[in-house]
């Protein structure tokens, strides 16, 4: 008789036990996974800021605008390599209720400035900037629409209008950019800063932020202070910081989605080793006297401990790993519904996450299990025996 069929004739021995807690261990698990990956989908932004690239906005709030000038007087500031404008557009393919990031740049400088995070051949990029109509398309934004080079398409926005009194920008793909690394963003659009305040009825001459290299990223405290000290007491003041703290400090204005997640999460495992590591200790209970028995064929007391901590370590991997199954699927589920997907489109189930749960999975199985088996391990044969 081995160890392995001993295990599991205890699991499956009360099978109305071993369902609710393979349902409790699943639905923890599941809940892992899936928060897990919303929260690494929030903060990729974050991972994968350049360090030498810096973000000047106005003092006031990000939303509100700079005057286009700052960009030249910017790149003038020893310790800038290269400086680049862009303007929140608020884009939407007319008919459709979904929403995706659109952005007015300079053609000449925001490739240069973001080299590291779209990749697109040299043709294009020069087919692009010669034609005013013209727009780059990410990879998964065009997958989502279809659209392929060439295609002339309707962009509307739903903050500004043109001249005309319209709310659609006509525009013709003139390329379908990639990105560096497979978790970049690519659900956006590129076009023209010229096409865009040439059209609309205000907000001419105005820029949203501005995005700069430095020359090395040992000086970035020291050029964020140059700028912010070049433009104090103007008009339009500005707050410059490094490309990380501004997309951290952007999703916070969304709540402390990391805590709030983490919370729901703690309070799920906590639950979990209450129900599970309870049930294991009834369990045991319940085989007092055939642990005597199997004490008095001649199994060690360290042999004892081990099945039963064995059995806690299989109960905990079966609905561990059943739990990450349904969270894999269930997120490969709704990061193809389009609304996530333009909200989330890094909404993966990543391996640091898995590797998480397998840690968690061996600390459930020893938590809830090593009293249940010291117990075992300690029990007198005799006093076992007799005990009713």
């Known amino acids: ?44 932004g974050i991972e994968l800021s350049a360090d030498d690239r810096l973000v000047v906005v106005n003092k006031i709030n990000f939303t509100q605008p700079l005057p286009v000038s700052y960009a030249a007087k910017i790149r003038a500031i020893d310790g800038v390599k290269q400086a680049t404008h862009a303007n929140w557009f608020g884009a939407y393919v007319e ?41 780059l398309i990410g990879e998964k934004l065009a997958q989502t629409y279809n659209w392929k080079v060439g295609d002339r398409i309707p962009i509307s926005s739903n903050i500004f209008s043109k001249a005309d009194g319209s709310h659609v920008w006509d525009m013709v793909v003139e390329g379908i950019f990639t990105a560096a690394e497979s978790q970049v963003d690519t659900n956006f659009l590129l076009f023209h800063y010229k096409y865009f305040i040439e059209t609309q009825t205000f907000g001419s001459d105005w820029i949203g932020w501005i995005v700069l290299n430095t020359t090395d990223p040992l000086l970035n405290d020291e050029v964020a202070n140059k700028i912010d000290e070049q433009f104090a007491n103007s008009f339009h003041e500005t707050e410059t910081s490094s490309e990380k703290q501004f997309n951290k400090s952007f999703l916070e204005q969304l709540g402390s989605i990391g805590f709030i997640i983490t919370s729901v999460v703690a309070a799920a495992f906590f639950t979990l080793l209450l129900i599970v590591g309870n049930s294991m200790a009834l369990a045991i209970r319940e085989r007092t006297r055939e642990i005597a028995v199997l004490k008095t064929l001649g ?75 010291y117990r075992a391990m300690q029990l007198n044969i005799v006093d076992a025996l007799t005990r009713r």
């Open 1 to 44: 008789m081995s160890d392995l069929y001993l295990i599991l004739k205890n699991i499956v021995r009360n099978k109305l036990r071993l369902i609710l807690n393979t349902f409790a261990i699943v639905i923890a698990f599941l809940l892992f996974g899936v928060l897990g990956s919303i929260n690494n989908a929030f903060n990729a």
């Open 95 to 135: 008919g459709s209720k979904n929403f995706f990031a659109g952005f007015a740049v300079d053609p000449e400088s925001y490739l240069d400035v973001y080299a590291d995070y779209i990749t697109i051949d040299e043709d294009t990029r020069q087919a692009w900037q010669q034609n005013r109509q013209g727009v």
């Open 299 to 373: 199994f060690s007391a360290k042999h004892v401990f081990r099945l039963v901590l064995s059995e806690s370590l299989l109960l905990a991997a079966l609905g561990g790993f059943l739990g990450l199954l349904l969270a894999q699927t269930l997120v490969r589920g709704i990061s193809q519904v389009p609304q996530i997907k333009n909200m989330l489109p890094n909404l993966v189930l990543t391996g640091d996450i898995l590797l998480q749960a397998l840690i968690y999975i061996i600390a459930l199985g020893l938590i809830t299990g090593v009293v249940p088996a």
